[in-house]
């Protein structure tokens, strides 16, 4: 059976003979012995092994090893003399499985830039960063799971092909079968694509269930290259029932500080080598963020706020106008230096099943920004009122008809509701301190990009 080599560098198994299998990260020739650093990805740090020139295959294939190469190793585990580590291994079998021309190979024991790296989307988890991220990403996705499960929410697979066309319609991804356009027949009856946000969907079953929630890709043909939007990328969308807007922002906020909290002591290696190579001060500001409490304004204070700033800004501030992400950059890094939700934003601006205020002008919405990045949540509180929802959907120009089954979610048993969107790439940007998002999610898709 072969250990991981987490576990082996967690147990210490002084004496134990093991067997385990990775890859070379470096090899060192020293007379009578190789040392080899390996690695198998279940942690960042790597194990030693020291492979004694007596073994049977040293000439032929030991000598020969160079980084990337994948080898299983079978040895006694020795307490280490060397610095900065406790144990290593020493072999009595290094079997090489793989080889890794090291004339080819293009992940040498060098930096890359991020930038190289994604061009090699196929090799870039082999290195430390990338690596990091990915088990980042795996810790915090369960962790989001945990989160809800342990509030009693009920997780909902909405659906990835969509026929609700009503958001962003602009931005949707079509889904047809490319079969002869003739006859004008559509797979499912009538136009349909990839869905912008599940959130119509958990509606229903909040009005059933309760709490739910989802947590699954999403898409957006947005044609924006902005290093914060994906066309593919994964959301979680609580929907509560019988909650208002205070009750959803205190969700949001609670759900946002144990997920860094449980991150800060679940992941705290990788969380250190980025706290060390990506983003200096990286823990600190993660601490202060579970720590504190988030900053709050009105949509309106902003517009003061942002108009009172004497900065000048690309975009043009007015009450009405939507905030650009420098204005959300410039609220929650420069005025606040934390985390700041911002409330009741211009009905204008905002989606027709946005709670209208008493004002009529301003719905019930929020959205969470944060230092480093903008928005990484919005959300609202759902129009439960069948009336208003209507006039709304109206004015909006979205075909009722379509829209039926959504409307008799106010028809019967109305309750008030709330939720939110969480961009899971945009949290991994802030918990990671990668400036791109390309960068934390295993194969990126933007506009011309999708190698693989
Ligand atoms: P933005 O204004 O930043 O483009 P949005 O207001 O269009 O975002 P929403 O529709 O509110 O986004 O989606 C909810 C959340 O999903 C956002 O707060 C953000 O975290 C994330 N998100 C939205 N679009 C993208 C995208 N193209 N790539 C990655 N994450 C996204
Ligand atoms: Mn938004």
Redesign the pocket.
Known sequence: MKTRIKTLLADKPLGAQVAFAGWVRTKRDAGAFSFLEIGDGSSLANLQVIADAALGNYDSDIKALSTGCAVMVEGEVKASPAKGQEIEVLASRVEVVGWADPARYPLQKKRHSLEFLREISHLRPRTNVIGAVGRVRSYLGFAVHRFFQERGFVQVHTPIITTSDC??AGEMFQVTTGLTPGKGEHFFGRPAGLT??GQLQAEVYAMALGDVYTFGP?F?A?NSNTS????E?W?IEPEMAFCDLQGNMAVAVEMLKFLLDDLLAGCAEDMKLFDSFVEKGLLDKLRGVVEHEFAQISYSEAVERLLASGKSFTFPVAWGLDLQ?EHERYLTEEVFARPLIVTDYPASIKPFYMRVNDDGKTVAAM?ILVPGI?????GSQREERHDVLLARMREAGIAIDDYQWYLDLRLYGSAPHSG????F???LQFVTGMTN?REVIPFPRTPGFAPC
Do not use: C, Y
């Open positions: 958001e962003g912008v946000s999403t957006r947005e914060r939007h994906l066309a990328f959301m992400s959205d903008g928005e990484i949540v919005g939110f969107g969480l961009g790439e945009r949290l998002i």
